[in-house]
């Protein structure tokens, strides 16, 4: 992926820096939509993945909607080209100003998680002279077989309308007046590689959309929500989007004529990134060598956060493998990209990219220990 020029241009800058291949995006975005649109598919774009300006701009222009989970992130991607109607606004905390503002911009719909919220909303409209349009986020309760921190659609979690509790939200919408149904919506969790766990998302979808059919709230729209991962070993690989589109093409009912949407957030952006950033020290442990970066968890919290795996590489060197622990320069013990990675021999100055970065990388930048929050360099530039 980085030929020589690159190498070169990255290596003049000072680091640490997001670097984005645009073409690599491209290429993801193109085979992404193509394959939906092949089955009928709606792809809206997770935007909490990656907010970069320059990024959203080239997603918005392959034609997909936006879901977002804060109402700046709805004003965001609508500054940066995603059409209103196309938006939708999920999340377990919209505060009652977040609701007004979507509601006077006109998004799409809200993906309402609780009984308390449908009711706050229903309220906030009728105040406005407004009608809401409402998607129910259901916990289908399937378990996703990913990071225990990145599941979310189990009864464990604090997302979505339980199905048990879907009766009593059913006979309140009855009753009110500021919100129109458009149908549902599921999100199970991230970083999901056993594509088997959306099988099971499609027959428990099957037998809801029947519940709901029976009781005269047939879904118009029927979100499926995101969560299909990424190869984190091999970057260069594309995430398996027809096979995962296909899943559905096959287990959804097909006497189900809802418009079917999904959210895609890691799988169109997390290969196109990779954190620059150069070696500080190399320095001899008891048991290990630490190489010390000058980019930290600061930049990349992933593998702070949840034991994420990186692939790192050092464009640098060409020497003889070594076995190196990869830490940055924060005070905390979890500031480690990896323990005991295999490497070129490293020195002080080589040129290091932390691979797959593009995703939940730069939006999860903080400022702790007063680190400068880090920049972005694109391939086109
Ligand atoms: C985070 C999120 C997504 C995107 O998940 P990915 O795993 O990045 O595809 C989609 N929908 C909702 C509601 C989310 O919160």
């Given at each position: 992926?980085?030929?020589?020029?690159?190498?070169?241009?990255?290596?003049?800058?000072?680091?640490?820096?997001?670097?984005?291949?645009?073409?690599?995006?491209?290429?993801?975005?193109?085979?992404?939509?193509?394959?939906?649109?092949?089955?009928?598919?709606?792809?809206?774009?997770?935007?909490?993945?990656?907010?970069?300006?320059?990024?959203?701009?080239?997603?918005?222009?392959?034609?997909?909607?936006?879901?977002?989970?804060?109402?700046?992130?709805?004003?965001?991607?609508?500054?940066?080209?995603?059409?209103?109607?196309?938006?939708?606004f999920?999340?377990?905390?919209k505060?009652?100003r977040?609701?007004?503002?979507?509601?006077?911009?006109?998004?799409?719909?809200?993906?309402?998680?609780?009984?308390?919220?449908?009711?706050?909303i229903?309220?906030?409209?009728?105040?406005?002279?407004?009608?809401?349009?409402?998607?129910?986020r259901?916990?289908p309760?399937?378990?996703?077989h990913?990071?225990?921190h990145?599941?979310?659609?189990?009864?464990?979690?604090?997302?979505?309308?339980?199905?048990?509790?879907?009766?009593?939200?059913?006979?309140?919408?009855?009753?009110?007046?500021?919100?129109?149904?458009?149908?549902?919506?599921?999100?199970?969790?991230?970083?999901?590689?056993?594509?088997?766990?959306?099988?099971?998302?499609c027959?428990?979808?099957?037998?809801?959309?029947?519940?709901?059919?029976?009781?005269?709230?047939?879904?118009?729209?029927?979100?499926?929500?995101?969560?299909?991962?990424v190869?984190?070993?091999?970057?260069?690989?594309?995430?398996?989007f027809?096979?995962?589109?296909?899943?559905?093409?096959n287990?959804?009912?097909?006497?189900?004529?809802?418009?079917?949407?999904?959210?895609?957030?890691?799988?169109?952006?997390a290969?196109?990134?990779?954190?620059?950033?150069?070696?500080?020290?190399?320095?001899?442990?008891?048991?290990?060598?630490?190489?010390?970066?000058?980019?930290g968890?600061?930049?990349?919290m992933?593998?702070?956060?949840?034991?994420?795996?990186?692939?790192?590489?050092?464009l640098?060197?060409?020497?003889?493998?070594?076995?190196?622990t990869?830490?940055?320069?924060?005070?905390?013990?979890?500031?480690?990209?990896?323990?005991?990675?295999?490497?070129?021999?490293?020195r002080?100055?080589?040129?290091?990219?932390?691979?797959?970065?593009?995703a939940?990388?730069?939006?999860?930048?903080s400022?702790?220990?007063?680190?400068?929050?880090?920049?972005?360099?694109?391939?086109?530039?």
């Amino acid at each position: 992926m980085f030929t020589r020029e690159t190498k070169e241009k990255l290596g003049s800058r000072e680091t640490p820096f997001y670097y984005y291949d645009l073409e690599m995006l491209k290429e993801t975005l193109s085979v992404a939509s193509g394959e939906a649109a092949n089955r009928g598919y709606n792809v809206h774009y997770a935007v909490k993945a990656n907010f970069n300006p320059v990024i959203m701009r080239i997603i918005a222009g392959y034609g997909l909607g936006a879901d977002c989970v804060s109402c700046n992130e709805v004003e965001h991607a609508i500054a940066c080209g995603f059409p209103p109607h196309e938006t939708v606004f999920a999340g377990v905390g919209k505060s009652d100003r977040e609701i007004e503002t979507a509601l006077k911009i006109g998004i799409k719909c809200f993906n309402v998680e609780s009984a308390e919220e449908l009711e706050v909303i229903d309220s906030i409209a009728g105040r406005m002279g407004k009608k809401a349009s409402v998607a129910l986020r259901i916990n289908p309760n399937v378990e996703a077989h990913t990071i225990r921190h990145i599941t979310t659609g189990t009864d464990e979690n604090k997302f979505g309308i339980r199905i048990t509790e879907l009766d009593a939200v059913l006979e309140l919408m009855k009753e009110m007046e500021n919100v129109h149904y458009r149908g549902i919506h599921f999100h199970i969790g991230s970083q999901i590689t056993d594509l088997h766990v959306f099988r099971n998302l499609c027959t428990r979808i099957n037998e809801l959309w029947q519940w709901l059919t029976d009781r005269g709230f047939e879904p118009e729209d029927i979100n499926v929500g995101g969560g299909l991962g990424v190869n984190y070993d091999d970057p260069d690989q594309f995430p398996p989007f027809a096979d995962y589109f296909d899943i559905f093409k096959n287990h959804l009912d097909s006497n189900i004529h809802s418009t079917i949407s999904f959210e895609l957030g890691r799988s169109l952006t997390a290969n196109c990134g990779s954190l620059i950033t150069k070696v500080l020290y190399v320095k001899p442990g008891a048991s290990e060598t630490f190489v010390i970066l000058d980019a930290g968890m600061t930049e990349l919290m992933r593998p702070a956060l949840y034991h994420a795996y990186h692939r790192i590489e050092n464009l640098t060197s060409e020497g003889p493998e070594k076995k190196y622990t990869v830490v940055g320069p924060i005070c905390e013990s979890t500031d480690t990209f990896g323990k005991f990675i295999a490497l070129p021999e490293t020195r002080r100055g080589d040129l290091i990219a932390i691979r797959s970065a593009g995703a939940y990388g730069e939006v999860m930048a903080s400022r702790y220990n007063m680190r400068s929050l880090p920049e972005s360099l694109f391939s086109e530039e």
